[in-house]
Structures are given as C-alpha cells and as structure tokens.
Nanobody, 119 residues
Framework: QVHLVESGGGSVQAGGSLRLSCAASGRNFRNYNMGWFRQAPGKEREFVARIYWSGTARYADSVKGRFTISRDNTTNKIYLQMDSVKFEDTAIYYC?????????????WGQGTQVTVSS
C-alpha cells in the first residue's frame, strides 16, 4: 500500500513561485507514473501535470510553461515547481499514483497541500 505525503504549500503573491513536494513510500517508486492534481473551491479536481517512469512529463494547458514537474528516484519524491503563479492557481494540490507499475489510472492520493495566491 503506497503512502503519499505532500508538503510545500502556502501563501504566495501573484507572479511569485512555490515548490511542492510529494514523498512516496511502500513501493518500487521508479516504476510508477506520478502526477499532480488540484481542486479549487467549488470546482472539480483537475489534472495539473504527470511524470512517467521514463521521466517524460505532460502538463495541463493552464500551467504549461509556468509549472515544472520532476522526480527523484533516489529519494522517492516528486516535485512541482510553480512559477509565475496566478490567482486562479489557488487550490488544494494533490499528489497521485496508480495502483500498479507502468499503468496510467491514478488511484492513490495524498492528503493534499493548500496553495493560496494573492493579488
């Protein structure tokens, strides 16, 4: 059973930067697709970014060019570098991973970390 713990959330002014971290335990991390999602108040959870076991990354159009996802297989962590943040980036950010290696459906979630962007 995987355990995901996010950290690094907080308050930031528009145009600023923030770096989120997610620590994963309980599995052979390097074989798993990992992702970030977010949920703003009154909205559904939405995809932000994913990084495959190969290191290839994909982004939602709303964050492309501003956010960068990365992974460190030696420490079992992924990161989300958030630059040029906007008010609409305010949300709870969740780390996620599939149940099985080399698959794509996200099924395990962390508890989330709050990001608040002020103008």
């Amino acid at each position: 059973q995987v355990h995901l713990v996010e950290s690094g959330g907080g308050s930031v002014q528009a145009g600023g930067s923030l770096r989120l971290s997610c620590a994963a335990s309980g599995r052979n991390f390097r074989n798993y697709n990992m992702g970030w999602f977010r949920q703003a108040p009154g909205k559904e959870r939405e995809f932000v970014a994913r990084i495959y076991w190969s290191g290839t990354a994909r982004y939602a159009d709303s964050v492309k060019g501003r956010f960068t996802i990365s992974r460190d297989n030696t420490t079992n962590k992924i990161y989300l570098q958030m630059d040029s943040v906007k008010f609409e980036d305010t949300a709870i950010y969740y780390c996620a991973t599939p149940e099985r290696p080399f698959t794509y459906e996200f099924a395990s979630w962390g508890q989330g970390t709050q990001v608040t962007v002020s103008s």
